[in-house]
């Protein structure tokens, strides 16, 4: 299996540009989560998936973030307008259930930039 | 105020040598916890995971172990060698559900 994988692994954009990241969970993984990592924060929990349907979007920051998951292979984040303070390393997670005692596979993430 | 403190924030060692990274949490209630490495430019790869029944995991020369009396866990690494330079985040989670909080990580340097 090729691991969770995320699209681009670079996003430079300027400011009020709409971003969109990518990411195809591990085949057969029901959930999906999407994280922001800055040097401030640590990772934070933005949202995740469980067989497609959004279960917990509390820390979506506002509704400039937008996460839809179509189908069980594929899901999007996207924010628009783009801000320089958005700028982080999104990492998308997959895992086989539900629950914490499930182990996670993050992606390699996506480095954003936003001038 | 964050749930899970790790310390150091940073510690530089010598290639070969022994290091321990600590962890204290106060997520309630309490569901298991997990040692992360995180290499620069790359997502977090587990390294153990425990729960509150588990006192001790081992995975290769990394050890972990967890009090959940005292609600602190560390991670021994052992004989260090190169590659272990990284980020080392610890994650506790609350029970049943998906609300894992991290720590802001530690970053081991080994060096030559």
């Known amino acids: 299996d090729a691991g969770v994988i995320q699209s681009p692994r670079h996003e430079v954009t300027e400011m009020g540009q709409e971003v969109t990241l990518r990411c195809k969970p591990i085949s057969g993984h029901n959930s999906l989560f999407w994280y922001r990592q800055t040097m401030m924060r640590g990772l934070e929990l933005l949202i995740y998936f469980n067989n497609n349907v959004p279960i917990d979007d509390s820390g979506m920051p506002e509704d400039r973030f937008s996460a839809k998951m179509p189908n069980a292979s594929f899901s999007t984040l996207k924010i628009q307008p783009s801000e320089p303070r958005d700028s982080a390393v999104y990492f998308c997670?997959?895992?086989?259930?539900?629950?914490?005692?499930?182990?996670?596979?993050f992606g390699s993430g996506t480095r954003l930039t936003v001038v | 105020k964050n749930q899970v403190e790790q310390s150091p924030q940073s510690l530089i060692i010598l290639e070969g040598k022994n290091c321990t990274l600590q962890?204290?949490?106060?997520?309630?209630?309490?569901?298991?916890l997990r040692w992360y490495k995180q290499d620069t430019g790359r997502g977090p790869v587990s390294l153990t995971i425990?729960?509150?029944?588990?006192n001790t995991k081992s995975n290769g020369r990394y050890t972990a172990t967890l009090d959940a009396d005292t609600k602190q866990s560390s991670l021994h690494i052992t004989a260090s060698q190169l590659s272990d330079s990284a980020s080392y985040i610890c994650?506790?989670?609350?029970?049943?559900?998906?609300?894992?909080?991290f720590g802001a990580g530690t970053r081991l340097t080994v060096k030559p």
């Open positions: 425990m729960t509150f029944s588990e």
């Open positions: 962890c204290n949490y106060t997520v309630s209630p309490f569901s298991n």
């Open positions: 997670a997959s895992s086989p259930q539900q629950g914490s005692n499930y182990g996670y596979t």
């Open positions: 994650v506790a989670s609350r029970y049943n559900n998906n609300d894992m909080r």
